[in-house]
């Protein structure tokens, strides 16, 4: 888990893969500066979610339980939550895969293995989308 820094974002990234989390998760303290909370699973993450409110998650696909689609679907149902800025990241690199994440509403997909400055880009896009940009963004992927 995270510690509290003043005026840091904070993140949440829920992933299954113990390695990887702990990996990702420095590295966005490191490179990115943001306060980074971890989650193993999708039920956890959820609840983390609700508890640390953070400006932004970070999930991957497929986990036990409640899988990355399913948590985005989640979150962006939820008047509460929908404006959440989400950015999946799999290793699931399929045309069909990548366009599934972001019709589920997340605001980008990345691929495993990242590199932690195009994750923290990344974040940084999602965490800056309006919520007019990003409801715009919906619209749009409706009409493909």
């Given at each position: 888990?995270?510690?509290?820094?003043?005026n840091?974002?904070?993140?949440?990234?829920?992933?299954?893969?113990?390695?990887?989390?702990t990996?990702?998760?420095?590295?966005?303290?490191?490179?990115?500066?943001?306060?980074?909370m971890?989650?193993?699973?999708?039920?956890?993450?959820?609840?983390?979610?609700?508890?640390?409110?953070p400006?932004?998650?970070?999930?991957?696909?497929r986990?036990?339980?409640l899988?990355g689609?399913?948590?985005?679907?989640?979150l962006r149902?939820?008047p509460?939550?929908?404006?959440t800025?989400?950015v999946?990241l799999?290793?699931?690199?399929?045309?069909?895969?990548?366009?599934?994440?972001?019709?589920?509403?997340?605001?980008?997909?990345?691929?495993k293995?990242?590199?932690l400055?195009?994750?923290?880009?990344?974040?940084?896009?999602?965490v800056n989308?309006?919520?007019?940009?990003?409801l715009?963004?919906?619209?749009?992927?409706?009409d493909?």
């Amino acid at each position: 888990m995270g510690y509290e820094r003043p005026n840091a974002r904070r993140v949440l990234v829920i992933d299954d893969d113990p390695g990887l989390l702990t990996a990702i998760s420095e590295g966005l303290d490191l490179v990115g500066g943001f306060e980074v909370m971890t989650a193993t699973d999708g039920i956890s993450g959820v609840e983390d979610f609700f508890v640390m409110r953070p400006d932004c998650v970070v999930v991957d696909v497929r986990m036990p339980g409640l899988n990355g689609y399913q948590l985005v679907r989640a979150l962006r149902g939820d008047p509460a939550t929908a404006q959440t800025p989400i950015v999946v990241l799999s290793a699931l690199v399929q045309d069909d895969e990548q366009l599934a994440g972001i019709l589920t509403g997340a605001d980008a997909y990345m691929i495993k293995p990242v590199r932690l400055v195009d994750l923290v880009q990344a974040i940084d896009r999602a965490v800056n989308l309006t919520s007019e940009e990003r409801l715009h963004l919906s619209k749009r992927l409706l009409d493909l």
